[in-house]
């Protein structure tokens, strides 16, 4: 027996559309993204001594992971636009040579933040790599995913991946 599925995303004629929130109802909503880089024994000295050639790789990827998140609208396209109340990028070094982030977005709305948690730990990742490549161009991005989100119709949810941020 098939199960009719209910693409959110596209409508009758099959033609690709943005969701009406504007019934759902406002609540505090967050979201938790995660990511790793592995680097070079090199470039992750450097990061740590700060003193990578193009600047301070941390800094700057901490502000560009918080502006994508602010524009996730503009990367993807049915994504709505959110006012984030909340964007914090932080990092920790899991091993000398794996340097991970974690990306934490909140609002008050009708619609989830997710993607926005997920824009900015990838574009904080590819800001580190973007400023390093020069020393590395084997660093490896991985383990990027959605560790928690709260809030709104489909409450609490914590991913069985919670444990690479451990």
């Not at 024994?41 to 001594?49: Q, R, T």
């Not at 609208?73 to 990092?91: M, Q, R, S």
Request: charged share 25%; aromatic share 4%.
């Amino acid at each position: 027996m098939e199960e009719n599925l209910q693409f959110t995303h596209i409508n009758e004629q099959g033609e690709a559309r943005m969701v009406d929130v504007s019934k759902k109802e406002a609540t505090e909503r967050t979201a938790i993204a995660y990511g790793e880089i592995q680097m070079n024994k090199e470039v992750a000295a450097g990061i740590k001594n700060q003193t990578i050639k193009k600047g301070e790789v941390l800094q700057v990827a901490r502000v560009a992971g918080i502006m994508a998140a602010k524009k996730t609208f503009e990367l993807i396209p049915l994504c709505h636009v959110i006012a984030l109340t909340k964007c914090v990028i932080d990092f920790s070094w899991k091993s000398d040579q794996i340097l991970s982030v974690q990306c934490v977005t909140k609002t008050v709305g009708p619609t989830g933040v997710e993607m926005e948690a997920l824009t900015g730990a990838n574009i904080a990742l590819l800001t580190i790599y973007d400023m390093c490549k020069a020393m590395d161009r084997e660093m490896n991005i991985s383990n990027v995913c959605l560790l928690e989100k709260s809030g709104g119709k489909s409450g609490h949810f914590i991913s069985r991946n919670q444990e690479v941020n451990e």
